[in-house]
C-alpha cells in the first residue's frame, strides 16, 4: 500500500465504524472525566509538618493512576482488536482484556523510553535556539509564537519519527495477542521506506499546521483574566480524541499492511 492509501484506509475505517467507536470510546473515556474529578478532590491531603499546614499526594493515587491508565487504553486495545480481527464490541462498552491492555502499555513506555534516547539530544541542542524566539511582551499582546518556534523542533523530530514509525507496530501486534517485538516490527516495514518517509512527513505536516492555527487562535479566544471558555476546551478535547483515534487506526492499517499482508481495502 502507498501512504496516501494507508491514511486514506485509516480515515476511513473511523467512517464506516463511527458506530463502533462511539461504543468502544464513550463510556470509558466518560469515567476518565469521572476520575479526573475525583482526582481533584482527593488527589491531596493536608498534614502537619513542624507546626505547618501542608498539602502532599495522596495514596489515593497510587490507585487512581493505574485505573486512569487502564481507562485510556482499554478502548484503544478494543480500536484495534476491531480493526484488525473484526471484534465487534458487546453492548454499551468494549470487551474486557486486562491483559492486553497491560501489554499495550508496557510496550507504549518502553517504546517512548527507547525514542527518547533519540529525541531528547536533539532538543538539548535546538532547546536554547527556540527560548530565544519566545518573546513574552508579544504573547501578553496576543500575537502568535515565531514559526521557527514550530518548524525547528518538527524538523528535528523527523528521525524519531521515522524509528517510531518502523518500531510502532508492536502496539497493534500487543493488542491482538501478536508479540512481534522491535525487530520483527523493523523487519515488517523493511523495504517500505519510501512509504513509511511520506507518511512521516504527511503526518508532521499536519501536526505543524495544527499546532501553527492553534497558536494564532489561542490568543483571540482567551479572556481579560486568561482563562479559555469552556467551548473552546470541548473543542480541544473532540479534536485531540479523533486526532488520536486517526492515529490508531493508521497504526491497525499498516499492521494488516506490513505485517499480515493483508489489503484493508
Not at 467507536?21 to 488527589?43: D, H
Not at 484488525?84 to 523510553?113: C, H, S
Request: proline share 7%.
Amino acid at each position: 500500500m502507498t501512504a496516501i492509501q494507508i491514511l486514506r484506509e485509516a480515515l476511513f475505517s473511523i467512517l464506516r465504524n463511527w458506530r463502533q467507536a462511539i461504543q468502544i470510546f464513550l463510556i470509558p473515556l466518560g469515567l476518565v472525566v469521572v476520575l479526573f474529578v475525583g482526582i481533584l478532590f482527593f488527589g491531596t491531603q493536608t498534614v502537619t509538618i513542624d507546626g505547618q499546614t501542608v498539602e502532599v499526594p495522596s495514596p489515593f493515587l497510587f490507585v487512581f493512576f493505574p485505573v486512569f491508565l487502564f481507562l485510556i487504553f482499554w478502548p484503544v486495545v478494543a480500536w484495534h482488536r476491531l480493526l484488525v480481527l473484526d471484534e465487534q464490541p458487546k453492548g454499551l462498552m468494549p470487551t474486557l482484556r486486562p491483559y492486553a491492555v497491560l501489554r499495550y502499555v508496557l510496550n507504549l513506555i518502553g517504546l517512548g523510553l527507547l525514542l527518547s534516547l533519540t529525541f531528547m539530544p536533539i532538543m538539548a541542542v535546538i532547546g536554547p535556539i527556540m527560548m530565544r524566539e519566545i518573546n513574552p511582551e508579544a504573547m501578553l499582546r496576543g500575537e502568535m509564537l515565531p514559526l521557527s518556534f514550530f518548524i525547528l523542533p518538527t524538523l528535528a523530530s523527523l528521525p524519531a519519527f521515522y524509528l517510531g514509525i518502523r518500531w510502532c507496530l508492536i502496539l497493534p501486534g500487543a493488542a491482538v495477542d501478536n508479540r512481534i517485538g522491535l525487530s520483527g516490527s523493523w523487519n515488517s516495514t523493511s523495504g517500505k521506506s519510501s512509504v513509511l518517509i511520506m507518511i512521516v512527513i504527511f503526518g508532521a505536516a499536519i501536526s505543524l499546521i495544527s499546532q501553527v492555527v492553534l497558536s494564532a487562535v489561542t490568543p483571540r479566544i482567551l479572556g481579560a483574566d486568561q482563562t479559555i471558555p469552556m467551548a473552546f476546551e470541548v473543542t480541544q478535547l473532540v479534536a485531540q480524541t479523533l486526532s488520536s483515534l486517526f492515529v490508531l487506526s493508521m497504526l491497525s492499517t499498516m499492521y494488516l499492511a506490513f505485517v499480515q499482508n493483508k489489503n484493508p481495502s
